[in-house]
C-alpha cells in the first residue's frame, strides 16, 4: 500500500526523468563542493573539452596546482561578479580567457561554434546538500557546466503541502549568508507544486518576496502532466535557459529617493536587483520572434500589458531582439536596419532609456535623440542600432531624411493609445519612407499624391510594435491582430486582472466612496435672460463648483478622510493627491486645504502640480506650480518634495495623473469627471505596491460608481474589436459633401496642383479656397454652414484614420482630403455667445453627501467593442431656455434638502418593504430582473401613497421632487438586493 501513496519524492522523480530525457545527467550531491559551489569534475571537464590549448597554458603556469587553482578562480569570480557576469563575458586566470559557456550562433557560417555550442553539458543533482554548516539540503539543483544556475523546492500537493511551503522553507530554514544562496550566485531559486510556481531572485531570510511564475492566474491544465510542467518543459530546457542566460537574465542597478530623517533632505540610495524574465515576458518575446521571422518586415502587433507587467524590460528586450533578427540563419542581413523606441512624455523617455541601455551587451548599440530633431535624421541616415526619442520630436524630420527607402525599421511605442493620432502618425511614416531617387524625379501631381497615400498605409520596410494597458478601438484596428472573422485582438496580453491577482498592482477600486453635492442657486437679477441651455447648466456647476463655500466644504471632508483614515497608512508614510477639472480650482484648493491644514496645527503641507500660469479676475497676482510651492517653503521638483514628510498632499490639475510613479500615494480625492482611459490610468498612480501598503483610498466628489467600474471593467482582461471599419463610409460622406453645390472638381484639382508645386508662391493657394469660403458664406444660414464644415471634419477624420489601415488605391480621396484640410481652417465656426452668469445668481444652500461606499467587483469577463462609429458630423442648433427655468431644473435634481423627520419616513418606507412577506415572495421566485424592479417599484409607490394622510409633507416632497424620490427607491431596492444576496 505504502507504494500507492503520493510523495513528494515521486514528484521529484517525475521531474528528474524528463530532465534526464532532454540531455541533463543527473549527478549524486557528494560531487558538489559546498565550500566553492561547484561540481568539480563537471567544470574541468568542459574546460579541458572546448578549451583545451588555453588548458595546457594554465597547466603550464601552475603545474600539479592548475585544477585547484582554476577552480579557485573561477569560484571568487562568480562569488565577486555574479553568475550572469561570469557566464557572459569569461573568467581570466593568468592572461588566459576562459569561457564557462557558449551560446548558440545566430547563423550557420562557423560550424566549429555550433560544435563549442553543443559542448555545454547540463545536470542536476536531487537534495542538493548546499550548506557548509549543517546537513540541509535544498530539492533539486540544476547546474550548467558544473556551475550552479537554478535551485528548487518541490511540493506534491497529495502530501498536504504546496509551493507556499517551499517559499516558507527558503525564508526560514535557508540560510542566505550560505554561499550558494547569496544574492547573484544562481539565476532564480523557483518553488514548484503540480500547479503553480514561485519564484526570487535574492534570498533574504524572512523579508524574502516571492513573484508567482505562472501561464495565467490558473495554470492550464496539461493532458497526462502535471500543470506546472511548462517549467520544466518551457523555461528550463537547456536551449531555453542559455536564451536566459545570453539575452534576458540581467543586473539592474536601480535608484530610489527616500527622505533621510539624519540630514532631514531627500537623499538617493542605490541598490541592484537581479532579473529573471517573468513567463508572459518570455513568452512575448519567443513568440514575436517566430511571429517576426516568418511575417518579415511590414506588420503591426498590439502587446496589451498593464501596469506591473515589467513593460520597459519587455521593451527593452525586445529591442536588443531586434537588432540581431534574421529570417533565417542564412541571411546575411538582419530583417531591421534600425530599431526606433518611442515614448510620449521625456520622463519616461529616461526611464525607458536607461533600462534599454542597462540590457546591452556592448556599448555603442543604444543611442538617446536628445538634441532635436536633427540629431535624430543622423542616427537614422548612419544605421544606429537602437534609437530612443519621444513622439514629439519625431515629425520635425520628415522633410529632411534622404536614402532610406532601402533601410528597414522597428518602431515600438510605448502608450500607443496616446501617441497614435493620424496627422502625428503619418508624419512618423513619411520620415522612414522616402527614397534617394524621389529628388530626382520630375513633378507630377499624380506621383506626389501616391507617395501621400503609400506614407499613410502599412508599410513594407516598417514595422510597429505598440504597447499599451488600455487599447482604444483604433489602436486595435491599427495595430491588433486581425483574425479571420474579421475581428481584431491584441497579439499577446497580460491583463490587469492577473497583475492585481499576482500582486504586482493594487485593486483601486476596493475603497471607493463617492460623495454628491446637493446645492440650490437662486437668481438674483430679475430680468429675463435667455441662454444656451447646455451651456448655461454647466456655467451654474462651474460657478457651484468654483464657489468657495463649495471648496471649503470638500476640502474639509478630504482632510478629515485624511487624518482620521488615510495618514496612518504605510507605517504613517501615506501620501494623498486632490485631482480637479481646472487649473483655477488647483490653485483655489491649494489655498483652501492649506489654509485649514494651518487651522488644524498640522505638520505637514500641501504641494500644487499644474502647468503655465493662471491669473484670477481682478487679482494682479501670476500663480504658478513654483511660486506656489515656494510659499510653503518647498522650492524644486514637485515629484521629490513629495518624498520629504513636510508635503504628504498634492493637488493637480492635467498632471501628474499619467506616468507619475509613487508608491507612498495611497489616497486619491478626484473632482473631476473622468472616463474610460482617462479613469484608469489616474486612479492607477494609486495602484503601485510597496513593503506596508495593503490597500488604496478613492474619495470622488465627481463621477458616478458605475461608470467608473465600466471604465475599468473594458480593461480588466482582454480587449478586442469586433469588425473592422469600413471603408465606403468615406464616399458616403462625400456624396453629403457634394450635395451643398459649393465647389468643383476642377478646384479641389487646381488647389492640388499649386499646394504640390515646390516653387508655389503661398499667396496663390488661398483664392481657390476664398472663392469656396465665399459660396459657403452664401447659403442660407447659420445652419446649413455649420453642418457643411461638420461633415468637412468628418471626412478629415475618418480618412486620416483609414489612411493607417487602409492603402487606399483612390487618388481622388487623397485630394478631397488635402483640399479640405486646408479649406477647413478658413471655415469659422459659429462663435458661441459667451454666457457669464456668475453676477446673476448666487448659491443659497449647499449639502454635499456620501452615496456610495463601494464599487461592485469587476467581473472575468472580455471586453469587445462594437466597432468604430462613423456617423456624419450633423448641426443641431442649441436649445434655449430663460435662465430662471435653467436655475428651477438643476435644483429641482441638486436641491435635495432631507430633514431629520424625512430621515425617519425613509427608514419607516424601508423597514415596511423589508418585512412585506410577498414582496420577498415574488423576489425570490423565478422572475426576470425586469419584472422584479418594476414589482418592487409598483410597491414602492403603494408604500409612499400610504404615508399621504400621516406624513403629507414627505409625502408631498417626493411627489413634487422625482429626482429625490427615484434616489431614495433606487438605494432601498439595491440594500433589498445585498441583504437578500448574504
Given at each position: 500500500m505504502s507504494d500507492l501513496k503520493p510523495t513528494e519524492k515521486k514528484f521529484e522523480n517525475h521531474i528528474e526523468k524528463y530532465f534526464n530525457s532532454i540531455e541533463y545527467k543527473s549527478i549524486h550531491y557528494e560531487k558538489y563542493d559546498r565550500t566553492l559551489c561547484l561540481i568539480k569534475d563537471e567544470v574541468l571537464d568542459f574546460i579541458k573539452k572546448s578549451q583545451k590549448e588555453k588548458w595546457d597554458t594554465l597547466k603550464d603556469a601552475y603545474g600539479e596546482e592548475v585544477e585547484s587553482k582554476v577552480l579557485d578562480r573561477i569560484s571568487s569570480e562568480i562569488s565577486r561578479r555574479g553568475v550572469i557576469d561570469v557566464l557572459r563575458n569569461q573568467v581570466s586566470d593568468r592572461g588566459v580567457y576562459l569561457d564557462l559557456c557558449y551560446f548558440e550562433p545566430k547563423s550557420d557560417l562557423n560550424p566549429d561554434h555550433f560544435s563549442l555550442f553543443e559542448s555545454n553539458q547540463f545536470s542536476l543533482v536531487r537534495q542538493l546538500h548546499y550548506s557548509t554548516k549543517n546537513e540541509n539540503s535544498i530539492d533539486m539543483g540544476l547546474f550548467l557546466n558544473g556551475i550552479p544556475i537554478v535551485t528548487m523546492e518541490l511540493k506534491n500537493q497529495l502530501t498536504g503541502q504546496n509551493y507556499k511551503h517551499s517559499e516558507n522553507q527558503y525564508r526560514f530554514d535557508r540560510d542566505p549568508k550560505e554561499p550558494l544562496l547569496q544574492f547573484k550566485r544562481v539565476l532564480v531559486h523557483f518553488c514548484v507544486d503540480n500547479n503553480q510556481v514561485s519564484m526570487t531572485t535574492n534570498l533574504k531570510g524572512g523579508k524574502t518576496r516571492f513573484f508567482p511564475y505562472n501561464k495565467d492566474i490558473e495554470n492550464p491544465p496539461v493532458e497526462n502532466d502535471y500543470r506546472s510542467s511548462y517549467l520544466w518543459k518551457e523555461v528550463l530546457n537547456p536551449n531555453s535557459l542559455l536564451d536566459v542566460i545570453e539575452n534576458f537574465a540581467h543586473i539592474s542597478n536601480e535608484?530610489?529617493?527616500?527622505?533621510?530623517?539624519?540630514?532631514?533632505?531627500?537623499?538617493?540610495?542605490?541598490?541592484?536587483?537581479?532579473?529573471?524574465?517573468?513567463?508572459?515576458?518570455?513568452?512575448?518575446?519567443?513568440?514575436l520572434k517566430e511571429q517576426i521571422k516568418n511575417d518579415g518586415a511590414g506588420n503591426n502587433y498590439l502587446i496589451q500589458h498593464t501596469t506591473g507587467s515589467g513593460k520597459s524590460y519587455s521593451i527593452g528586450w525586445l529591442s536588443h531582439l531586434l537588432t540581431s533578427l534574421y529570417k533565417s540563419k542564412d541571411d546575411k542581413r538582419r530583417?531591421?536596419?534600425?530599431?526606433?523606441?518611442?515614448?510620449?512624455?521625456?520622463?519616461?523617455?529616461?526611464?525607458?532609456?536607461?533600462?534599454?541601455?542597462?540590457?546591452?551587451?556592448?556599448?555603442?548599440?543604444?543611442?538617446?535623440?536628445?538634441?532635436?530633431?536633427?540629431?535624430?535624421?543622423?542616427?537614422?541616415?548612419?544605421?544606429?542600432?537602437?534609437?530612443?526619442?519621444?513622439?514629439?520630436?519625431?515629425?520635425?524630420?520628415?522633410?529632411?531624411?534622404?536614402?532610406?527607402?532601402?533601410?528597414?525599421?522597428?518602431?515600438?511605442?510605448?502608450?500607443?493609445?496616446?501617441?497614435?493620432?493620424?496627422?502625428?502618425?503619418?508624419?512618423?511614416?513619411?520620415?522612414?519612407?522616402?527614397?534617394?531617387?524621389?529628388?530626382?524625379?520630375?513633378?507630377?501631381?499624380?506621383?506626389?499624391?501616391?507617395?501621400?497615400?503609400?506614407?499613410?498605409?502599412?508599410?513594407?520596410?516598417?514595422?510597429?510594435?505598440?504597447?499599451?494597458?488600455?487599447?482604444?478601438?483604433?489602436?486595435?484596428?491599427?495595430?491588433?491582430?486581425?483574425?479571420?472573422?474579421?475581428?481584431?485582438?491584441?497579439?499577446?496580453?497580460?491583463?490587469?486582472?492577473?497583475?492585481i491577482h499576482e500582486g504586482y498592482t493594487l485593486d483601486v477600486l476596493q475603497n471607493y466612496s463617492t460623495y454628491k453635492r446637493y446645492f440650490k442657486v437662486k437668481e438674483v437679477k430679475e430680468d429675463a435672460i435667455e441662454i444656451d441651455t447646455a451651456q448655461g447648466t454647466k456655467e451654474i456647476f462651474n460657478y457651484v463648483d468654483s464657489h468657495q463655500i463649495t471648496i471649503d466644504n470638500k476640502v474639509k471632508i478630504i482632510l478629515d478622510h485624511f487624518f482620521n483614515k488615510s495618514s496612518k497608512e504605510i507605517q504613517g508614510k501615506s501620501?494623498?493627491?486632490?485631482?480637479?477639472?481646472?487649473?483655477?480650482?488647483?490653485?483655489?484648493?491649494?489655498?483652501?486645504?492649506?489654509?485649514?491644514?494651518?487651522?488644524?496645527?498640522?505638520?505637514?503641507?500641501?504641494?500644487?502640480?499644474?502647468?503655465?500660469?493662471?491669473?484670477?479676475?481682478?487679482?494682479?497676482?501670476?500663480?504658478?506650480?513654483?511660486?506656489?510651492?515656494?510659499?510653503?517653503?518647498?522650492?524644486?521638483?514637485?515629484?521629490?518634495?513629495?518624498?520629504?514628510?513636510?508635503?504628504?498632499?498634492?493637488?493637480?490639475?492635467?498632471?501628474?495623473?499619467?506616468?507619475?510613479?509613487?508608491?507612498?500615494?495611497q489616497s486619491m480625492y478626484i473632482d473631476k469627471p473622468l472616463k474610460d482611459v482617462q479613469c484608469v490610468q489616474t486612479l492607477s498612480r494609486l495602484n503601485?505596491?510597496?513593503?506596508?501598503?495593503?490597500?488604496?483610498?478613492?474619495?470622488?466628489?465627481?463621477?458616478?460608481?458605475?461608470?467608473?467600474?465600466?471604465?475599468?471593467?473594458?480593461?480588466?482582461?482582454?480587449?478586442?474589436?469586433?469588425?473592422?471599419t469600413d471603408p465606403n463610409t468615406l464616399y458616403n460622406i462625400q456624396t453629403s459633401i457634394d450635395e451643398f453645390k459649393i465647389f468643383s472638381g476642377e478646384q479641389v484639382d487646381m488647389f492640388c496642383s499649386i499646394f504640390f508645386d515646390k516653387d508655389r508662391e503661398e499667396g496663390n493657394l488661398h483664392p481657390v479656397l476664398d472663392e469656396v469660403v465665399d459660396n459657403w458664406n452664401e447659403l442660407d444660414d447659420d445652419e446649413q454652414r455649420e453642418d457643411f464644415r461638420l461633415k468637412v471634419a468628418s471626412y478629415i477624420r475618418l480618412y486620416s484614420y483609414l489612411s493607417q489601415i487602409i492603402n487606399f488605391s483612390d487618388v481622388e480621396l487623397e485630394k478631397k482630403y488635402i483640399f479640405y484640410r486646408y479649406l477647413s481652417k478658413k471655415l469659422r465656426p459659429k462663435t458661441k455667445e459667451k454666457v457669464n452668469i456668475e453676477h446673476l445668481i448666487d448659491l443659497e444652500s449647499l449639502r454635499i453627501q456620501k452615496l456610495h461606499d463601494q464599487i461592485d467587483p469587476l467581473e472575468k469577463i472580455d471586453h469587445e467593442y462594437e466597432g468604430i462609429k462613423t456617423t456624419v458630423g450633423t448641426f443641431t442648433p442649441p436649445a434655449k431656455d430663460l435662465l430662471s427655468e435653467i436655475i428651477e431644473t438643476i435644483n429641482s435634481r441638486y436641491g435635495i434638502n432631507l430633514t431629520d423627520d424625512d430621515k425617519v419616513n425613509i427608514d419607516t418606507v424601508r423597514q415596511k418593504i423589508f418585512e412585506d412577506e410577498e414582496i420577498e415572495k415574488y423576489m425570490n421566485g423565478a422572475n426576470s430582473e425586469q419584472n422584479k424592479q418594476d414589482y418592487f417599484k409598483k410597491q414602492f409607490d403603494n408604500v409612499i401613497l400610504s404615508l399621504l394622510k400621516d406624513r403629507f409633507d414627505f409625502y408631498k416632497k417626493l411627489d413634487e421632487n422625482s429626482g429625490l424620490k427615484n434616489l431614495i427607491f433606487d438605494k432601498i431596492y439595491k440594500d433589498y438586493k445585498e441583504s437578500k444576496n448574504k
Open positions: 535608484k530610489e529617493y527616500y527622505y533621510n530623517e539624519e540630514k532631514q533632505t531627500v537623499d538617493t540610495k542605490k541598490f541592484d536587483v537581479q532579473i529573471f524574465p517573468r513567463y508572459h515576458q518570455l513568452e512575448l518575446i519567443r513568440n530583417i531591421f536596419d534600425s530599431i526606433i523606441v518611442v515614448t510620449d512624455r521625456t520622463n519616461l523617455d529616461d526611464q525607458l532609456r536607461g533600462t534599454v541601455k542597462s540590457l546591452s551587451k556592448v556599448d555603442g548599440v543604444v543611442f538617446g535623440a536628445e538634441k532635436g530633431s536633427k540629431e535624430l535624421r543622423e542616427f537614422l541616415e548612419k544605421g544606429k542600432d537602437i534609437i530612443i526619442t519621444t513622439i514629439q520630436k519625431f515629425p520635425y524630420i520628415s522633410e529632411d531624411i534622404v536614402a532610406l527607402g532601402d533601410k528597414k525599421f522597428a518602431v515600438i511605442i510605448d502608450e500607443v493609445h496616446s501617441s497614435q493620432n493620424g496627422e502625428l502618425s503619418k508624419e512618423l511614416k513619411r520620415t522612414l519612407t522616402r527614397n534617394e531617387d524621389d529628388e530626382e524625379e520630375d513633378f507630377t501631381l499624380e506621383s506626389y499624391l501616391e507617395e501621400q497615400i503609400q506614407t499613410r498605409g502599412r508599410q513594407k520596410h516598417i514595422s510597429f510594435f505598440g504597447f499599451t494597458g488600455t487599447p482604444k478601438e483604433k489602436t486595435l484596428e491599427i495595430f491588433g491582430t486581425k483574425l479571420p472573422d474579421n475581428k481584431f485582438k491584441p497579439f499577446h496580453v497580460y491583463s490587469m486582472r492577473q497583475s501620501r494623498g493627491m486632490i485631482v480637479v477639472k481646472t487649473r483655477k480650482l488647483c490653485v483655489q484648493y491649494f489655498k483652501e486645504i492649506n489654509r485649514q491644514l494651518d487651522e488644524r496645527k498640522s505638520k505637514f503641507k500641501c504641494l500644487v502640480g499644474f502647468s503655465g500660469e493662471v491669473k484670477f479676475k481682478g487679482d494682479p497676482e501670476r500663480y504658478t506650480e513654483k511660486g506656489l510651492n515656494l510659499t510653503i517653503g518647498h522650492d524644486g521638483d514637485v515629484p521629490l518634495g513629495l518624498k520629504n514628510p513636510k508635503y504628504r498632499l498634492l493637488v493637480v490639475a492635467n498632471k501628474f495623473q499619467t506616468g507619475f510613479d509613487e508608491p507612498m500615494l503601485r505596491t510597496m513593503s506596508g501598503k495593503a490597500s488604496t483610498f478613492v474619495l470622488d466628489f465627481a463621477n458616478d460608481p458605475e461608470a467608473v467600474r465600466f471604465s475599468f471593467q473594458k480593461f480588466y482582461q482582454e480587449v478586442g474589436l469586433e469588425e473592422e
